[in-house]
């Protein structure tokens, strides 16, 4: 991740979602007008979680209109949302540490920072097809046209 920022360091907004994600596009959107709305440095895209994804992605607390934690891969953990989609400033590019495995790591550290971070909440479904069991449950959807 920290090789591709380097790459496009004149960028000053960067948008991610992971590779092997599906879910309606519409929330790519949202978040950016709450970024802009907020003059954010960083809005996160956020999914109601479904039973089968519990302790599968990165699990967001929020209160009082933020992210206030976020939790990797933790079955223990209850939390109702996950982000799938994250906007962020370059000012955050400084979080980012080489062994990252994605920018989602900077969250965190961006919350004990005290820097705000925003969210919208997608009324569809997130999917992780990481996995061909999980690429499964996004079969398992009515196909709407």
Not at 93 to 122: E, V
């Amino acid at each position: 991740v920290l090789e591709v920022i380097k790459k496009y360091k004149n960028f000053d907004n960067y948008l991610l979602s992971m590779p092997d994600s599906f879910f309606d596009m519409g929330i790519v959107d949202t978040i950016y007008k709450e970024y802009l709305k907020n003059n954010s440095l960083c809005t996160l895209g956020l999914f109601k979680i479904q039973n089968f994804q519990k302790g599968k992605l990165g699990q967001c607390r929020i209160k009082n209109n933020n992210v206030v934690k976020v939790v990797d891969k933790d079955e223990e953990c209850d939390f109702e949302y996950a982000w799938g989609v994250m906007m962020w400033n370059k000012k955050l590019n400084n979080l980012i540490k080489k062994n990252d495995p994605h920018t989602g790591y900077i969250i965190n550290p961006a919350i004990k920072n005290k820097i705000p971070i925003n969210y919208a909440i997608s009324s569809n479904q997130y999917y992780d097809c990481g996995t061909f069991e999980e690429y499964k449950e996004l079969l398992k959807e009515p196909i709407i046209v």
